[in-house]
C-alpha cells in the first residue's frame, strides 16, 4: 500500500497555488486535509501525477462573518474548527450538530471543510448539509473566479464541476430567516463510521406556524444529496403535522431515492431508515423552530 | 493464593517502554543495504496459470530479482503440516494439503502469492508489481461449504477424489438411544460466521543471512519463534543454532502469527541467502485481509434431546467446517468446536461429526477462541430453543444442566486438540451462573426494570449464556532463571509476547520466589538464542504453561541460593532466609550477603568447585501437563433496541470467569476486557464476507468493521470465581480467549429478547441491523 510517485508543490499563497494549477492542468490534485485522498493514493485507486499541497496556505483558513448576517469559511478551515467556533454554533447550530458524526475527532482536526465538500462523496456528511444549507461556493482559478451552488457543484459521486485549474476557496453560508430549525439524523454501523442513511433538514415558520420553507436532504441513498422535491410540496403552507412528516417520510422512501444493497445494509433496510429518519428528523427540526430555531 | 507480589495487581512494567514509543517494534530493523519484498497475488480464487511474464519487471530501475515459483526449484514443495490431526481418533480421514510458498501451476484462492519482487524500496517493489503479465484461466470458485462437500463439486485439489479434508466422528454415550428417550427433540440450522484476527501491527519479517558467520538472523512478528526456527532451518538444511529468529515488540498476535509456513516465512529466507542481502517484508493490511489466515465459518445441524423438565438427554451436531484452500493447522480448530460444544452441561449422550471441506478461500487457522466460539455458540443457541420450546426460563434450563463441582473431574469421552480425552478439570460451572445472575439482577431485570421500560417504550433484551475455555495445553514450556552479579534476576523463555503482559506477570512469579522486586526481574521472551526450546504463544498457555515452568525454575534457584548461601553464611539451610535482594541468618539480619555478591560466589573464576555443582545461581525447569485446564464462566448482556432502526446499544455486560489461581488480577481484567471487545466485534462488526466469485469483499476495514473504543459498553462488569487446577502447581487455567467466546450468543440471545414479540429465530453468529430487520420482515410475513 504505497502510492505511485508523484510530484509534491507546497504553493505558500493561493495566486501561488492557482499558478501551479493553471500550469499542472489533468496533473495536478489539490490536497487539502488528505484524509480521503492520501488513503485512495495508497491504494492505488487515486493515481495523481502532482499534489498541490494547500496546507501552508494560511489565508485559506477562517471563518468570517458576511456583512449580511452570515459566514464566510475559508476553503482549508478544519472540520474541528468550524465544530468548536462559538459563531457558527450561534448561526448554525446544524453544523456542530453534525460535525461529531463525522469520522473521529483525530480526523476532524486534520480534514477539512472545504476539502470534504468538494472530494463530494455520496456517503460524506459535509456535501450534504452543504447542499441543504444552500450554501454558496467559490471557484477560483488562475485570473477567473466563479459562485456555485453546492447543489450545481456536485454531479456524481465524487464528482464535481471544478475543473483541474480550479480550486473550491470559500464557503458562504447565508443568515437563517427568524423561525428557523434544523436536525441531523444518521444511522451507521459504528460511531464515526459510514452512515447506512442519514437525514438533514432545515426548516422556517412563518408568524402563523404554518411552514414557510423546508430543505430536507437525503444523504447515502443515491449517489449524490438528494434535496426533496415532496418535503417542499407537501409541507410549505400547512401545519407541520407529525402525519404530514409521515406523508413526507413515506414519499421521500419510496419514490426519491436510489439506496443500493451492499455488505452492512439491504436497499429495504435503507429505504425504512429514510422512512424513520425523516419524520424524527423533521418533527426536531419544527420543534426547534417553534421555540425560536 | 497471594503473596507479596503473587496474586497482586501490580501495573505493567511494560507499558512506559510502549507507551513513550520506545519500544522495538519489526518495522524500526534497519540494516544497511537492506532490500524490500513486495508479493504479486492472484486477483483469481481459483485459476489455472498460463503464463507469468516478468521479463518488464525485473528491467524496472531500482528491482533487484523478481521470482515465480519455477525460479525455487527444488526448494519449492508444500510446506510441512503444522498440526498433524490426532491418530487417537478411530476411524477419522485427514487429506492433508498443506500450504505452499508460491503458487504454481493453479491459484487456489484470490490472495495467493505468485511473484515476489526484491527491490531497494517498498515503492519500488510496488510499481514493479505493476510491470508483472499474469496471465491465468479462471476456474469456477468452491465457495459454498456444503456444496463443496458434495462429490459432484468442482474440486479445489484435483489430485484428491473430492473437497473432502477431514471427517471425524466421535460419540459419547448413544444419542440415538437417547433420543427414543426423549420428550423434546428440538433441531436448527446455524451459521458460525467467519472474522479475522486482525492484529492492530499486521505481519512483519526481516531476515539477514551473514554469510561471514554462516548465520541466519530473523526477525519474525511470531506467536512461535521456535517453531519457525525449526522450519527455516529445516528448509535452509541448516543446524537450527545457525537459525536465530527475533520477536521484537509486537502489536497483537490472536493466532494467525502461529503460522510459519507463509510464503514470506519459506521464500525470504532462501531469498536473502542467494542475494547475500538483508531483505525486510511488512505486511500491509490489504495483504492481511486477503493471505493471512482468519476463522470460523461453519454450518451446523444441530438437534437436541430433552425431557419435558429441561434435562438434557443427548445432543447431535454435524458440521461442516472451512478450512479454505489448504489445511496445514490440521484438525485444531474443528476438534475445539467438538470438545466445546458439549462441555458446560451434562450430556450424556452426544454425536458430533466434523466435515471438514477445502473451498476457494484463504486458509483458516486458529483466531482468538479457535473453535470454541463456534461450540459455544451452536450450545447456547440450542439452548435458547430448547427453552423456547418448553417454555422456559433461558437462565433456568441452563441451571438445571451446567455441571456442579462434585462433578469434577469429568472425562467426556471426546478426543480434542490435545490430542486425548478430554478431561474437565476443575470447576463450578452452576456457580459461576448463579454469580452472574446475582451481579446482572436477573430476577429484578425480568420483573421490574424490562417491564417498566416497555411502558416507556424501550425493548431492553437480556441474553445469559455459559462457556468454558479449554486452555493450557502442552506439550510442554521451558525457562531458564538466572541472577545475575548485580543482583537483578534475567527470566528467559521460548514463548514469544504479542502484548499479554508477560514481561510483568513472569516477573511476579520470579519475584514471590527469590524475594526479589518485580522491576529487578528483567524477562526474555522469543530470542531463540536466549532460550531454544519451546512451542509458542497459544491456546491461553503463556501464563499457564511457560508460568508455570517460570515458577518451576525459581523453586530450583531459591533452592540453590539457600544451599549456596548456608555455605557461605555458615549456617544451616534452615537458618537462612530471603530479605529482599539478599540473604540473610534467621533472626540476625545484620548477618547477610546479597543475591548479586552470591551469584558471583556461585561462579568462582579460580580455585577448585565440587564436581556436580553447576556455576551461578541459575536454573532451568520444564513443565508439561498431561492435558489442558478448562476455564469456565458465564456472560450476560443487556441490549436497547431500537425496534425503527435497529441501532443497538449494550447497556450492560457482565461477565463471571473461573481461571483458578490469578497471578495479577488487573491484566486479568485487561486481557478479558480485550477479549470481550473482540466478542463483541465477533458478534455486530466484524464478519469476513466472500462472494460467490471467491473474491473477498472485506479487504479493508472499511468494509471490515473493527469494534472500537467508542463501540464499547461504559463499563464491563467482571465477576471471579476460583478453583484451582490440579494439573499445575499454581492451580491455574488460561484466560486469554474467555471474553471472546461467550459475547455472540449472548449478544444474538439479548436481541431475541428485545424484539420478543417478533419471534426471531437468528441463526448466525454476527448480526448487524439490516440484517436484523430482515429477520423481522420475515417473521412478520
Known amino acids: ?293 | 493464593m497471594t503473596g507479596k507480589y503473587f496474586g497482586q495487581p501490580i501495573k505493567r512494567l511494560e507499558d512506559k517502554h510502549l507507551l513513550s514509543g520506545r519500544a522495538k517494534f519489526i518495522d524500526d530493523i534497519e540494516i544497511p543495504g537492506m532490500l524490500h519484498a513486495a508479493f504479486l497475488r492472484s486477483d483469481y480464487a481459483h485459476a489455472i496459470i498460463k503464463k507469468i511474464d516478468v521479463s518488464e519487471a525485473r528491467k524496472h530501475p531500482g528491482v533487484v530479482a523478481v521470482y515465480t515459483a519455477e525460479d525455487f526449484g527444488d526448494y519449492w514443495k508444500p510446506g510441512p503440516l503444522q498440526v498433524p490431526p490426532p491418530t487417537a481418533i478411530k476411524g477419522s480421514q485427514f487429506n492433508a494439503r498443506t500450504l505452499v510458498p508460491i503458487a504454481k501451476g493453479k491459484v487456489r484462492f484470490s490472495g495467493e502469492p505468485v511473484a515476489i519482487v526484491i527491490a531497494e524500496s517498498r515503492y519500488i517493489a510496488e510499481d514493479a508489481l505493476e510491470d508483472i503479465i499474469f496471465d491465468a484461466e479462471p476456474l469456477p470458485a468452491v465457495i459454498d461449504l456444503e456444496k463443496a462437500w458434495e462429490d459432484t463439486s468442482v474440486k479445489v485439489h484435483d489430485d484428491l477424489p473430492s473437497n473432502l479434508a477431514a471427517l471425524v466422528k466421535q460419540e459419547a454415550g448413544n444419542y440415538e438411544e437417547a433420543k427414543k428417550q426423549a420428550d423434546v427433540v428440538v433441531s436448527r440450522k446455524l451459521y458460525a460466521d467467519r472474522v479475522a484476527g486482525a492484529a492492530m501491527e499486521n505481519r512483519g519479517f526481516v531476515v539477514n543471512w551473514d554469510e561471514r558467520n554462516q548465520e541466519m538472523v530473523v526477525w519474525a512478528t511470531t506467536q512461535a519463534p521456535l517453531p519457525l526456527r525449526i522450519a527455516i532451518a529445516g528448509k535452509m538444511n541448516l543446524i537450527e543454532n545457525q537459525v536465530r529468529v527475533i520477536t521484537p515488540f509486537i502489536g497483537g498476535g490472536f493466532g494467525p502469527k502461529i503460522m510459519t509456513s507463509q510464503a514470506d516465512d519459506v521464500l525470504l529466507p532462501w531469498i536473502s541467502m542467494k542475494l547475500n542481502k538483508p531483505i525486510k517484508w511488512l505486511e500491509d493490511r490489504r495483504e492481511n485481509f486477503l493471505a493471512t489466515t482468519s476463522e470460523r465459518d461453519q454450518v451446523h445441524y444441530c438437534e437436541i434431546a430433552l425431557k419435558k423438565d429441561g434435562t438434557i438427554l443427548g445432543f447431535k451436531d454435524v458440521f461442516y467446517h472451512n478450512t479454505g484452500a489448504y489445511d496445514p493447522y490440521g484438525m485444531t480448530v474443528p476438534l475445539n468446536t467438538q470438545t466445546h460444544t458439549v462441555s458446560n452441561y451434562r450430556i450424556p449422550n452426544f454425536y458430533t461429526e466434523i466435515r471438514m471441506v477445502f473451498t476457494n478461500e484463504m486458509v483458516v487457522t486458529p483466531v482468538r477462541g479457535a473453535g470454541r466460539p463456534e461450540g459455544v455458540f451452536v450450545m447456547e443457541r440450542m439452548m435458547d430453543a430448547a427453552a423456547k420450546e418448553l417454555k422456559m426460563d433461558p437462565a433456568e434450563i441452563r441451571m438445571k444442566n451446567l455441571l456442579k463441582p462434585e462433578e469434577f473431574p469429568l472425562k467426556t469421552g471426546i478426543i480434542g486438540q490435545d490430542f486425548v480425552e478430554g478431561v474437565l478439570d476443575s470447576g463450578d460451572y452452576k456457580g459461576n451462573l448463579v454469580k452472574l445472575l446475582e451481579m446482572v439482577e436477573y430476577e429484578k431485570f425480568r420483573k421490574e426494570i424490562q417491564p417498566q421500560a416497555r411502558k416507556e417504550g424501550k425493548h431492553l433484551g437480556i441474553g445469559v449464556v455459559a462457556f468454558t475455555e479449554g486452555t493450557a495445553v502442552g506439550p510442554y514450556e521451558g525457562a531458564r532463571v538466572t541472577i545475575g552479579n548485580n543482583g537483578k534476576v534475567s527470566v528467559a523463555t521460548g514463548i514469544s509476547t504479542q502484548g499479554q503482559g508477560h514481561f510483568t506477570v513472569f516477573a511476579q512469579i520470579v519475584a514471590e520466589q527469590l524475594n526479589v522486586k518485580v522491576e529487578d526481574v528483567k524477562v526474555i521472551t522469543g530470542d531463540t538464542n536466549h532460550f531454544h526450546w519451546g512451542a509458542g504463544t497459544f491456546a491461553s498457555r503463556g501464563a499457564t504453561i511457560a508460568g508455570t515452568a517460570i515458577h518451576n525454575a525459581s523453586v530450583l534457584v531459591r533452592q540453590k541460593i539457600f544451599a549456596t548461601a548456608s555455605k557461605f553464611l555458615g549456617v544451616p539451610e534452615d537458618q537462612v532466609e530471603l530479605c529482599e535482594g539478599s540473604v540473610c541468618v534467621k533472626g540476625k539480619p545484620e548477618i547477610s550477603i546479597s543475591l548479586g555478591e552470591l551469584a558471583g560466589k556461585a561462579n568462582p573464576m579460580r580455585g577448585a568447585v565440587e564436581a556436580d555443582v553447576k556455576p551461578g545461581l541459575e536454573a532451568t525447569a520444564y513443565f508439561a501437563p498431561p492435558h489442558g485446564a478448562t476455564g469456565s464462566g458465564a456472560c450476560a448482556i443487556i441490549v436497547d433496541v431500537d425496534p425503527e432502526t435497529l441501532k443497538i446499544k449494550i447497556d450492560r455486560l457482565v461477565l463471571v470467569h473461573d481461571c483458578g489461581t490469578v497471578i495479577n488480577p488487573l491484566l486479568l481484567e485487561g486481557q478479558i476486557q480485550g477479549a470481550i471487545s473482540m466478542g463483541i466485534g465477533n458478534a455486530f462488526y466484524e464478519k469476513i464476507v466472500y462472494d460467490e466469485n471467491g473474491q473477498l469483499l472485506t479487504a479493508s476495514f472499511m468494509d471490515y468493521l473493527m469494534p472500537q473504543a467508542t463501540d464499547m459498553p461504559n463499563k464491563m462488569e467482571i465477576g471471579h470465581l476460583h478453583t484451582s487446577s490440579p494439573l499445575n502447581p499454581l492451580g491455574m487455567k488460561g484466560v486469554g480467549e474467555a471474553g471472546a467466546i461467550p459475547t455472540p450468543p449472548a449478544f444474538v440471545q439479548a436481541v431475541e429478547d428485545a424484539l420478543i414479540e417478533y419471534n426471531l429465530d437468528i441463526a448466525d453468529s454476527n448480526l448487524n441491523p439490516s440484517m436484523i430487520f430482515e429477520y423481522m420482515h420475515r417473521s412478520k410475513k
Open chain 1, 1 to 293: 500500500m504505497k502510492p505511485v510517485k508523484f510530484d509534491y508543490y507546497a504553493p505558500a499563497s493561493v495566486d501561488e497555488a492557482l499558478d501551479t494549477l493553471a500550469e499542472l492542468g489533468y496533473d495536478g490534485k489539490v490536497l487539502a486535509g488528505g484524509q480521503s485522498l492520501i488513503a485512495a493514493m495508497n491504494f492505488r485507486m487515486a493515481r495523481p501525477a502532482a499534489l498541490v499541497d494547500l496546507n501552508n496556505v494560511p489565508e485559506l483558513s477562517y471563518i468570517n462573518p458576511t456583512p449580511e448576517g452570515g459566514l464566510a469559511i475559508g476553503t482549508m478551515t478544519r472540520v474541528y474548527q468550524v465544530e468548536h467556533d462559538p459563531e457558527v454554533a450561534k448561526r448554525f447550530p446544524l453544523l456542530p450538530e453534525v460535525a461529531k458524526f463525522i469520522a473521529h475527532s483525530q480526523i476532524r482536526r486534520r480534514g477539512t471543510f472545504g476539502g470534504a465538500i468538494a472530494h463530494a462523496d455520496p456517503a460524506g456528511q459535509l456535501p450534504s448539509i452543504a447542499v441543504t444549507m444552500d450554501a454558496n461556493l467559490l471557484i477560483r482559478g488562475k485570473g477567473k473566479e466563479r459562485w456555485v451552488k453546492a447543489a450545481d457543484l456536485i454531479i456524481g459521486p465524487f464528482m464535481t464541476t471544478i475543473e483541474p485549474d480550479e480550486m473550491l476557496a470559500e464557503v458562504v453560508l447565508s443568515a437563517n430567516p427568524p423561525r428557523t430549525g434544523s436536525n441531523y439524523q444518521q444511522v451507521s454501523r459504528q460511531s464515526g463510521g459510514y452512515a447506512q442513511a442519514a437525514v438533514a433538514s432545515i426548516v422556517t415558520l412563518d408568524e402563523n406556524n404554518l411552514c414557510k420553507a423546508v430543505r430536507l436532504v437525503l444523504m447515502s441513498v443515491g449517489e449524490v444529496p438528494i434535496l426533496s422535491q415532496k418535503a417542499s410540496q407537501i409541507l410549505v403552507g400547512h401545519v407541520p403535522t407529525a402525519d404530514a412528516f409521515k406523508a413526507v417520510a413515506e414519499a421521500a422512501a419510496t419514490s426519491e431515492i436510489d439506496p443500493a444493497t451492499d455488505l452492512h445494509a439491504t436497499a429495504k433496510y435503507r429505504r425504512n431508515l429514510i422512512r424513520v429518519l425523516v419524520a424524527r428528523s423533521l418533527a426536531e427540526a419544527f420543534g426547534r423552530a417553534k421555540r425560536g430555531g
